[in-house]
């Protein structure tokens, strides 16, 4: 079984939008432009705009190429991770250098903040899909929900996703979260749509609540309504479900402990998300979840009907990006 310990890359996880996705995590936990009440990786500690150079871009490729040598490529190469990915200043280094070594697709997910830096939008430019956030229509409920760095002007954020999704020849797919009793409601997801409208990203795919979030008020939207509020954007919506849009089959058996701890680190998941991320049955999965809480280095998080699996790091104030 390898024992290499990855710092910067994790998964492959089963991503609802993009199949099989290897994460790679461009800043360290938690450094972000917000401080989102549903965020499933707690509070940010680090609110910022200043983009640098977080994690040296030499090391984070070496290990996105050591797990693309496996066996099984994943669906999309995925920037996000522990954060804003964006506010790292060599982005764009990053996107070029695993373009050099791979055909996988590269994908960036960003809650879009700092899209109206030309900066920021030149080095996104060789990424193969752009998957932002907006999740609010107005300033009020953008600070209520997303909680900005000070610097961060609604209307800015807003034009800056809008013109970047101009000028980028590939697709943009937008993820609107809606909470229950606050964005969860046709007048506020009217005032989205308005917005959106103004984007035209090529799809809208709508989320909530699944995973445990930063802030325990932060309630989901029940399936039935989001469906009927994914209707009212113009084309309609993407309901975007739990259920694990799998791509290949991973290489049963492969994926060691430093593998699994990597994954929750980043995202809580339940045992059948870990399965199906790393390509484990769903029995080893659980018993080897059940071994890392036994040994202090996982805990279980309840929410609703499921159980899902975390690190003992980010279990404290905890609430991803992105
Ligand atoms: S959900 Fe994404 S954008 Fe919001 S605080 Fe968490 S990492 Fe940042």
Redesign the pocket.
Known sequence: MRTKRYKYVYGPVASRRLGRSLGVDLVPF?T?T???V??Q?GR?TNLTIRLDDYVPVGDLLAEVEAKLAGPLLPDFVSLAGS??PTLHAGIGEVVQGIKRMTRVPVAVIT?GSMLWSLDVQASLMEADLLLPSLDAGDAGLFQQV?RPHSKIEFEAMVNGIAEFTRRFRKPVWLEVFLLEGVTGTPEEVQRLADRIRHIRPAKVQLNTVSRPPSEEGARSVPPERLAALAALFDPAAEVISEGFAGGTAAAAGSATDADILALIRIRPCTAEGVAAGLGLHIHESAKRLADLCDRGEAVTVRREHSVFYETVRSSPGR????
């Open positions: 938690k972000c917000y401080d989102c549903y965020c990786l940010t954060g804003e809650n997303n609430r991803a990006s992105g």
